[in-house]
C-alpha cells in the first residue's frame, strides 16, 4: 500500500510561534485530508486539500501533488493548538492512509 | 447535532464478552467506514461499506464484525472482544466527492 510519512513526529512551540508540518506519500492520490486530534480524541478535518493551497484562519495547506507532498502551516500558535496532526490520503478511494502524526504541543 | 454519531462514547468490557458499536450519519452519505487508532500507529482501517449490499474488509478486519442496517446506520461488533482490542475506534463517512467526516470517537478498553 501507499506510504505515508509526516515530520516532524513531535513539535514542541512557544505560544505565537510559526510552523510547518510536512506530509509526504508514496504513490499518486485522489484525495488527502489534514486531521486535528485534539487531546480529547476528537478528529476534526481541517482541510480537503488534494491539490491546491487553501486557508482557514490561521492555518493554511498546500498540496502539490505531481511531487507527492503536503504542507500544513500554523501561525501564531495557541495553547488549543496542541494534539496530533494526521495526513491521510486515498489512491482509489476505498481506503484511507493514514500517517502517523505530528504531535504538537504548544507551550503558553 | 453532529454529523457522524458514535455511540458509546466511552466502554469498559471484559474478555470474551460481546459488543457492539454504533455509528449514524445524517450527511446522506453512502459511504461509511470504521477505524480503529492505536497509539504510534494512526488509523487503519476495519471495514467499510459503499451502500446497504456493499461491505468489504480493510485491513485489520479479524475479530471483527459490522451490519449496515441502512444508509445511515453501520455498526460495528467484537463477538469475543480481547484485551489487544483495547483502541479508540472512528466511524466515518464519505460523499461521492469530497473528504471524509469522522465521528468523536468511541473508546473500548476491555479488560
Known amino acids: 500500500g501507499i506510504q505515508v510519512e509526516q515530520s516532524p513526529p513531535d513539535l514542541i512551540l512557544q505560544e505565537g510561534a510559526n510552523s510547518t508540518l510536512r506530509c509526504n506519500f508514496s504513490?499518486?492520490?485522489?484525495?488527502l485530508q489534514w486531521f486535528h486530534q485534539n487531546p480529547w480524541g476528537q478528529l476534526i478535518n481541517l482541510f480537503y486539500i488534494p491539490s491546491g493551497t487553501k486557508q482557514n484562519g490561521r492555518l493554511s495547506a498546500t498540496t502539490v501533488a505531481t511531487e507527492r507532498y503536503s504542507l500544513l502551516y500554523i501561525s501564531s500558535s495557541q495553547t488549543t493548538d496542541s494534539g496530533v496532526y494526521f495526513c491521510a490520503v486515498t489512491v482509489t478511494g476505498n481506503q484511507f492512509y493514514f500517517g502517523t502524526g505530528t504531535s504538537l504541543t504548544v507551550i503558553p | 447535532d453532529a454529523d457522524v454519531t458514535q455511540t458509546p462514547r466511552n466502554r469498559i468490557t471484559k474478555t470474551g464478552k460481546r459488543i457492539m458499536l454504533e455509528c449514524s450519519q445524517t450527511k446522506g452519505h453512502d459511504r461509511m467506514y470504521w477505524y480503529r487508532q492505536d497509539p504510534g500507529l494512526g488509523l487503519r482501517l476495519i471495514y467499510y461499506s459503499f451502500d446497504v449490499k456493499d461491505i468489504n474488509k480493510g485491513e485489520i478486519s479479524d475479530g471483527y464484525s459490522v451490519s449496515r442496517q441502512a444508509q445511515a446506520k453501520f455498526s460495528l461488533s467484537l463477538e469475543s472482544a480481547i484485551p489487544n482490542q483495547t483502541a479508540l475506534y472512528f466511524c466515518?463517512?464519505?460523499?461521492?466527492?469530497?473528504?471524509?467526516?469522522f465521528g468523536s470517537g468511541t473508546r473500548l478498553t476491555v479488560v
Open positions: 466515518a463517512t464519505k460523499g461521492r466527492s469530497g473528504g471524509y467526516t
Open positions: 504513490d499518486s492520490v485522489n484525495n
